[in-house]
């Protein structure tokens, strides 16, 4: 079927304004030192707790929203997502009423747990209804419909820096307005109120194509038969019956916990690198904030390569091929994170964490991609939600291997403003991620080599996948995309 007008970029419009509010999930860094101020007694990997269970429980969600975005429509379940997104990091601004103890429980029930749901309802719908208007430009418009989340970061990490310190909004180090001190806690509130208000809007430019929409002008090009690669649209319960799935899972896993790994904790780590060469202790209040304002600014460059990574390499996908541009990306972030403990001169770090978030931006883009080449567009919901929980799982393992390698050094003294605005002595604890930079490289190797054995499932009856094998509209080009 095919439409007079073209409809569908307004879809893509609407999934943009929630993904690059959705993609603020990757800022947690920015936040990290604030509050080990406010809660001292907390230890590193404490303090990424919140971190890890926000990526997780984020992952799972997509499950849930998948299974009834698929049946209720795209607009209902991202404006769900957006409200509950919303009240969770209102509910986090009340963290510092709480005592040591209390308050991560509560962060981690507001921030990690309702946060995350709102997260994961919201950010399957953008995917998984951009997929069913572009079959014709896939992995461009995959890549393109999960920029925004790499985004986020951007316009959020030094928005949230300028408002738990107090200054400038800034951008590449130019001040573009003031901003009041709101400290950490208050920051959380400011952001929910922001999140839930776009979320909610974007999500009513979202609604699926009528059945059997073809762009117009486009046809579907020839497939091979039945015999020879799937065709079909696979239930959630027969794709997970495939060995093809467990791959794509595994991969998926090895990537993901390279990428969070250095995303979730790259305001620390540069604050790492530069307070090793302290020469006066404590360290003033003025060389502290310049070296946290630099590592937000990290934190938002990364985000730009986050989303550039997403349009980049889904275009580069669609010509070359999912399965080449996989381990391309697995092999060149791999590389990197070798060399990541000897770049501690910032335009070197930024270079750095910048190739590190472009890979797992394409990480982002391609699965997705490859998830609606081999199983179809019907069950796109659930089906990524299923290989989406290697993202939660990485969420999970990545930062937590960075706390956990950290090979801690001395603790240094350094100077901050407290909540009346007086000069106070904190303490930052030094250690090297290098361990934990060549364990998340070998992943990445590993995960190329598995990317070899990579190939596309093979429907079998109508009955196991739910569909007309005939039905060629969502299974071509499989060949000529993992070839």
Known sequence: MTTKRDKRWPVVVGALIIQVSLGAVYIWSVFQTPLLGQFPGWSETQVTLPAQLVIATFAFAVILGGRIQDRLGPRLVGTLGGLILGLGLMLAGLTGRFSEGAALLWLVSTYAILGGIGIGMAYVCPVATCVKWFPDKRGLITGLAVAGFGAGAFFFAPLAQALIGGGDYELFGAALFPLPRAGVFDTFMVLGVIFLTAVVLGAQLLRNPPPGYCPPGWTPPAVASAQSMSQADFTPGAMLRTPTFWLLWVTYLAGSTAGLMVIMKAAPIWKAFSLSTALEVPVPYEPFAAI????????????????????????????????????????????????????????????????????????????????????????????????????????????????????????????????????????????????????????????????????????????????????????????????
């Open 292 to 483: 946290a304002s630099a590592a937000a600014m990290a934190v938002a460059v990364l985000a730009l390569f986050n989303a550039a990574g997403r349009i980049l390499w889904g275009r580069v996908s669609d010509s070359l091929g999912r399965k080449p541009t996989l381990i391309l990306m697995f092999v060149l972030c791999a590389l990197t994170l070798f060399g990541l403990d000897w770049m501690r001169t910032y335009p070197l770090y930024l270079f750095g964490v910048s190739l590190i978030a472009l890979c797992f931006g394409g990480y982002l883009a391609l699965y997705p991609a490859i998830v609606a080449d081999y199983y179809g567009t019907r069950h796109i919901g659930v089906n990524y939600g299923l290989l989406f929980t290697a993202y939660g799982s990485g969420g999970l393992l990545g930062p937590f291997l960075a706390a956990v390698l950290l090979e801690t050094g001395r603790s240094l003294e350094y100077q901050a403003l407290d909540a009346a605005g007086s000069l106070t002595t904190r303490v930052f604890q030094l250690g090297e991620y290098d361990v934990a930079f060549v364990t998340a490289g070998l992943l990445c190797l590993a995960a190329a080599v598995l990317t070899l054995a990579l190939r596309a499932p093979r429907a079998r009856t109508e009955r196991e996948c739910g569909t007309d094998l005939g039905d060629a509209t969502d299974g071509r080009l499989r060949a000529r995309y993992l070839r």
